[in-house]
């Protein structure tokens, strides 16, 4: 299971979705069989989240988002959801549902302050930039937006100076 689950994250990553999804499938069936590890069927779960808004299936990936978060609210990890956060404002604000993907975003944000992650408050920043955009509160946008960017993360940039380019 493990193995597939790793060898699920390389097919993603490489962009061969379908691979991944087969591989993850797999991984989740066997670990759900097998063990029921929390922390293993969290890490599935949120791949498979991820797989699912690639391949625009955004009701399926919050479906596992949520199930990768409660996995790991029951093991008491609370940096889990924050990353997962990030996910599923994406999944809300790519389906057309920007107010929810707002709230997820937000929520994560604050929980990504009070750690002073800067990764992941850049994250969740572009996110709620990006749901603003989508909601047209462009002066929200532009200050989301810049906010991720003063953090400096590498990873987010393009997407925030996207959104900075809309508004």
Known sequence: AKADAFLGDIEAMAGHYPAALAYLLSAKKNTEAQSGDLYTLSRIY?????????????????????????????????MGPIYDAMNQATAYTLSGRAEQGYAAARQGLAAAEKL???????GLAAC????????????????????????????????????????
Do not use: M
């Open 46 to 78: 949120s791949h498979l989240g991820v797989v699912y808004i690639k391949l625009g299936e955004f009701d399926e990936a919050l479906n596992y988002i949520s199930q990768a978060i409660a996995c790991d609210r029951k093991r008491g990890d609370e």
């Open 116 to 122: 002073r992650n800067p990764y992941l408050i850049c």
């Open 128 to 167: 709620v930039a990006e749901a603003c955009h989508e909601l047209q509160r462009l002066q929200e946008a532009e200050h989301y937006a810049s906010y991720a960017l003063n953090q400096e993360e590498e990873f987010f940039r393009a997407s925030t100076l996207l959104v900075l380019g809309r508004v």
